[in-house]
């Protein structure tokens, strides 16, 4: 397949209304680590038609979206098939447009009951996942380009190396009990809301799950690519005690292992990190909002560090820059994939660069004060005005990317 360039999205941040979800629970209780809830976000459930009309109209070849767990299970063992009939237009409508349809089946969020029963913590949620990953499969499998389980599983672990005050993490603990009191469990558990007494129990969880998710997804198209994303910082090592590689084996290892029988491995990356023997350095390059260390050379570093260990080829699922000046993304864009065509000529195999993201959405605890989209939207209106960094990808796309 010729290499693609695209844009990705998940459901969560872009639909609006995802009220069956862990996600829309926890953003209301009191306290709670989200700023603000996701409410309507980009009405992208009822506008995902002029969604795709914009990438396509940016000359780009592939188009990543989540599907809702919650939505297509909204109660335990019930399957919605309004909900898989609107994923699979989607689907069907990037066909028809010349995108790849890349899904994930799992984009951090999951159904409020799953939640209940502990997430991924349960005994049982890798043959639920596997069950959901099932029912997919059986609507809208065969129009699918690549299948992507879940995203960043590694993401609380890498999350846990970043400086972060105290309050953060307790407000984070605070949110889980809240939950757990509105709930009337005793165990509410999110992907992206975690403890770290639970890390391994939870990677437990999800590793179990990506490879049941899989093995379901095979069962029904054998020829079907399938991976998961990481979240990939690019580690620098500064002298020879550096904690680098103490960080690398902690929050990549266990995921670098599993993906080695996978069909390619999603890398996302949004910055480097330096590491000496006490630790962080400050950054050198900060320019991004979210992200401290923004160094175009960054992803295609990550791109080198992630084939070297697993062998398998990459796809590059996320890479963007948190900024509301569009002028630093237009000027971060042309280095960053220059960087990545360098490693591709020096033999890494990368099957894609899919953009993050194409609107301005709603970032998780952050809401919606972070800007990572090529297009802006008004929180009024919900309309769609295009940045110069939309014109920019475009441009690069068109002349081949290099």
Known sequence: MAFLWGVATSGHQTEGGNDTSDTWFAESVSPTVFRTP????????????????????????????SVEWARVEPV???????????YAAIAERCAELGLAPVVTFNHMTAPHWFAARGGWLDPGSAELFARYCGVLMDRFGDTIAYAITLNEPDLPRLLSWVPMPDFVRD???????????????????????????????????????????????????????????????????VGTTAVRDRKRSEVYGRWLRLVRDDDFVGVQNYERARYDGDGLVPPEHAAGELFSDVHPPSLGNAVRYVHAETGVPVFVTEHG???DDDTARVA???????????????????????????????????????????????????????????????????????
Not at 180 to 200: C, Q
Not at 343 to 356: E, M, N, R, S
Request: glycine share 8%; charged share 25%.
């Open 38 to 65: 996701s409410g309507p976000a980009c009405d992208s459930w009822a506008r995902w038609r002029d969604d795709l009309d914009l990438v396509a109209g940016m000359g780009l070849t592939a188009y990543r979206f």
């Open 76 to 86: 335990e063992g019930e399957f919605s098939a309004a909900a898989l009939d609107h």
């Open 171 to 237: 407000l984070e603990r605070a949110t889980l009990d809240a939950a757990s009191a509105a709930a009337g469990v005793p165990r509410y558990r999110l992907a992206n809301v975690a403890l770290p007494e639970e890390f391994d129990a939870l990677e437990d969880g999800m590793a179990a799950a990506h490879t049941a998710g899989k093995a379901a997804i095979k069962a029904r198209r054998p020829d079907l690519p399938v991976g998961l994303s990481l979240a990939v910082v690019d580690d620098q090592a």
């Open 321 to 323: 820059l948190a900024t």
């Open 332 to 402: 971060f864009l042309e280095p960053s994939i220059t960087g990545l065509r360098d490693a591709i000529d020096d033999g890494v195999p990368v099957l894609g660069y899919l953009h993050w993201t194409l609107l301005d959405n709603f970032e998780w605890v952050f809401g919606y004060d972070i800007k990572l989209g090529l297009v802006e939207v008004d929180r009024a209106t919900f309309a769609r005005t295009p940045k110069p960094s939309a014109a920019e990808y475009a441009r690069i796309v068109h002349k081949g990317g290099w």
